[in-house]
């Protein structure tokens, strides 16, 4: 089987996100939410899900792609022999009358690099899940696609007859093709599209100026950065798994889920990369979002809510036809619905630092005692309930050790913030949970393997207890740690550091592609035992399963070397941010204490 790799770009601005083709067309796009209905769908069905391509009058071309430096601007160059064009996406994105300017609008400069192009404009937006095709209407400098609430408008300084009517023509100067949703663009289409192309540069390498990372792979931390920043819808503050849909997490294996949702677990993990590499905007907006989330009548939290806090997330499957024909093809996930305890810990977790970091004031720490302490009470009463555990098995039931770790990392924190809070009530009661936690943890250990099992009583080794080790279970005792570790790698561990979650059956078989974030939590767990020369061979060795642009989906078949899984998958760019400020702190410290 050749190799598979994703072979599109991404572009975003907080409010929406568009993946660009090597072929310029514009395969997914969502208008006006992350989660909304697709305008472009291509990636799921080239019949039903419409096209937006620049494409050479010959139909025969060669296309690169990069990303402009510092930004999540993208730059397709197209050669066609003789003749050739760059064309340039970006999401207008930059500060305005001291508030961020994020319109739903996808701006495309053409521009002529060689020789006499001739090319070619389709655009043919979408609805209803690919079974509608909006209708073209000409305007005076602009063509309006009817047929959805909000208008559909693409202006342009193009022949608009040419780009109706599906002919070349010659590209002797710079077009702009300016996408709206709602509000259309009224104003000088060039001066402002240049306008606006500089100011988001400007922005994006501001924000990438304002990072403080190590020199450790700093290129790819940066990219992964500015993928993971594009991931938060900035109106909530909520943060989704992926912008992308059913792509498969290997070839006909049905694994096929919805992504575009926010998963409160996530918020750990986020959380620790934006704040490793000093942003707390990201941090503070999602505070927001999670106080804002509504809970059960018993006080408990989904796994996963919209990105406006709705809990109903009703699974639906669709006709398309999926991606390379995969299918079943879902919007909605239903997770929603299962019981997933590990997320209290988590929320305690990521709460600690606007307590513990002193750039914090006390006006900003808003999370008072008694949300610590609700939290503290979830834990408690979920200490004995089995749950689905990260991985969310639909018909499996576990007391998972998993759960258990954040049960005690989450009463750690609590025990910290209480001191902080010198409130001695919400500290007793953190110290007690974190040793009943410790306890249930310790049952999960296989003194015959001297490692720690998925679940009570069950014998296989799963990924997530990797986070044993780089959560600081195990404390100074690297023996203890590094005999964990290599019973993991002996069942879990695939070639070039590549990692299983777990290998034995689920609802679906048995798994058949690896999780990066798990390599990536293998890559953190190595710097943690001092072992960082092979923490630092298999951090470079896994970057090579990106793509052409620096981006990783969710799964990678080892045999293949194939990207697979929604895509790009935040938690992927995560984990690269997190390995690389272990290993680069390690090296900043080289006794390596």
């Known amino acids: 089987m050749p190799k598979h790799s994703y072979q599109s770009g991404l572009i975003g601005n907080c409010a929406y996100i568009a993946h660009i083709e090597k072929d310029t067309n514009v395969s997914w796009l969502c208008f006006p939410r992350f989660d909304s209905d697709f305008i472009f769908g291509g990636m799921l069905d080239r019949e039903k899900g419409g096209e937006f391509t620049i494409l050479p009058e010959s139909g025969k071309f060669e296309s690169n792609q990069a990303y402009l430096e510092n930004t999540n601007v993208l730059q397709t160059d197209i050669v066609s022999g003789a003749n050739s064009y760059r064309v340039t ?14 319109p739903l609008m996808l701006i495309r400069k053409v521009e002529p690099l060689s020789g006499s192009p001739r090319i070619r404009v389709t655009c043919q937006p979408v609805n209803e899940r690919g079974e509608i095709k909006l209708a073209p209407s000409l ?65 994006w390498r501001f924000w990438v100026k304002s990072t403080s990372i190590s020199n450790f792979h700093q290129k790819l931390v940066l990219r992964s950065a500015l993928i993971l920043k594009i991931h938060q819808y900035e109106d909530t503050g909520a943060i989704i798994a992926a912008s992308t849909t059913s792509l498969p997490e290997s070839p006909g294996s049905t694994r096929n889920w919805d992504y575009r949702y ?16 000093g942003h707390f905007e990201e941090l503070e907006k999602y505070f927001e979002f999670i106080l804002n989330l509504p809970v059960g009548e018993d006080g408990r939290y989904q796994p996963l809510y919209s990105i406006t806090g709705d809990s109903l997330l009703i699974e639906e499957i669709s006709t398309l036809a ?24 988590q929320v305690l977790v990521s709460l600690l630092p606007l307590y513990s970091d002193q750039r914090f004031t006390e006006a900003e720490r808003s999370f008072s ?32 050790c998993y759960t258990f770790l954040f049960h005690w990392a989450g009463a750690s924190a609590a025990a910290k913030i209480g001191i902080r809070l010198k409130n001695d009530t919400l500290y007793q009661k ?62 879990l561990l695939a070639q070039d550091f590549l990692f299983y979650r777990y290998k034995h059956r689920d609802d679906f078989g048995v798994p058949e592609t690896t999780f990066l974030i798990c390599a990536f939590w293998y ?58 400020f272990r290993i680069g702190k390690k090296l900043d410290r080289p006794n390596f204490l």
């Open 322 to 345: 999926g991606y390379l024909g995969n299918r079943p093809v879902r919007f909605g996930n239903q997770a929603y619905t299962h019981i997933q305890n590990d997320l209290y810990g």
């Open 262 to 277: 926010c998963w409160i677990r996530d918020s750990y993990y986020t959380l620790t990369a934006f704040n490793s590499i």
């Open 523 to 580: 890559i953190e767990a190595l710097a943690c035992v001092n072992r960082l020369d092979e923490a630092i061979e298999g951090f470079e060795t896994l970057t090579r399963y990106c793509n052409h642009l620096q981006l990783f989906s969710e799964d990678v078949d080892y045999k293949t070397g194939s990207q697979w899984g929604n895509f790009p998958q935040a938690y992927s760019h995560v984990g690269l941010m997190n390995a690389a």
């Open 139 to 203: 305007g005076s400098n602009h063509i309006r696609y009817m047929g959805v609430d909000q208008e559909v408008r693409l202006t342009t300084n193009a022949p608009l007859s040419y780009i109706c009517d599906g002919k070349s023509f010659a590209l002797q100067r710079p077009i702009y093709l300016v996408l709206t949703y709602g509000r259309p663009l009224e104003a000088a289409i060039e001066s402002t599209s240049e306008r606006f192309l500089q100011s988001t540069v400007d922005y």
């Open 369 to 400: 005692a008694p949300m610590i302490l609700n939290l503290l009470d979830k834990i408690e009463a979920t200490m004995h309930e089995k749950d689905a555990g990260l991985w969310e098995f639909r018909n499996l039931a576990q007391e998972h």
């Open 89 to 102: 996406d970006f999401a207008p994105r930059f500060k305005n009358f001291d508030r961020y300017y994020k």
């Open 430 to 491: 953190a110290i007690y949970l974190r040793d009943e936690a410790a306890q249930k943890i310790e049952a999960c250990y296989l003194p015959d393997r001297k490692a720690y099992s998925q679940a009570i009583g069950a014998n296989h080794m799963d990924a997530s207890t990797l986070q044993l080790i780089t959560m600081g279970y195990f404390g100074q005792d690297i023996e203890r740690a590094n005999n964990h570790l290599k019973e993991l790698e002996k069942e």
